[in-house]
T-cell receptor, first 114, second 114 residues
């Protein structure tokens, strides 16, 4: 089945220690998104890639970076995690950027910062 | 810019009872509207979407939603709730002017009583 895969599902890191979350997709979609979701809140878009074109949201902290080496993979790098970065991180894809297009979500990575 | 309001943070219904989850949006033109469901510890899954045509749309798992332009609403309904429907439900709106990005509401948590 075509899908969006996120690894690991659970990640524990120490305060200030860089961490990388990964996402892969078998849907061959052009767009890949990274969201941060805190408990009982809406997913908050951090950035997205349209093919190789990187699009950062205005309020995404510099501490968050992303890489998309090819169509299938996308990475979220947190350079110096703080306690406030503990959250669920969701990766999603869509075929293109048309507004009627649905997004396909991975299961998420829950990040704990100690 | 578009926005979404889900007035009910938490709803509890008995198994077998009917369900209606409210969603109000703000957008100047015809919106692109979505309902997603998120089970605990999982990513979001699309239930249904509306962008044109019949204002009553059918989705997966027996859900339906009705677009009412006069009320700026897109409420989700199900005639008979099952215990497995317990989850968090997000309404989202997409717009032509936002590079296809969706804006999510804060979600409604559904609890199902036996």
């Amino acid at each position: 089945d075509a899908m969006v895969i996120q690894n690991p599902r659970y990640q524990v890191t120490q305060f200030g220690k860089p961490v990388t979350l990964s996402c892969s997709q078998t849907l061959n979609h052009n767009v890949m998104y990274w969201y941060q979701q805190k408990s009982s809140q809406a997913p908050k878009l951090l950035f997205h890639y349209y093919d190789k074109d990187f699009n950062n949201e205005a309020d995404t902290p510099d501490n968050f970076q992303s890489r998309r080496p090819n169509t299938s993979f996308c990475f979220l790098d947190i350079r110096s995690p703080g306690l406030g970065d503990a959250a669920m991180y969701l990766c999603a894809t869509s075929r293109d950027r048309r507004p009627e297009g649905e997004q396909y979500f991975g299961p998420g990575t829950r990040l704990t910062v100690t | 810019a578009q926005s979404v309001t889900q007035p009910d943070i938490h709803i509890t219904v008995s198994e077998g009872a009917s369900l209606e989850l409210r969603c109000n949006y703000s957008y100047g033109a015809t919106p692109y509207l979505f309902w997603y469901v998120q089970s605990p510890g999982q990513g979001l899954q699309l239930l249904l979407k509306y962008f044109s045509g019949d204002t009553l749309v059918q989705g997966i798992k027996g859900f339906e939603a009705e677009f009412k332009r006069s009320q700026s609403s897109f409420n989700l309904r199900k005639p008979s709730v099952h215990w497995s429907d317990a989850a968090e439900y997000f309404c989202a709106v997409g717009a032509n002017t936002n590079a296809g990005k969706s804006t999510f509401g804060d979600g409604t948590t559904l609890t199902v009583k036996p």
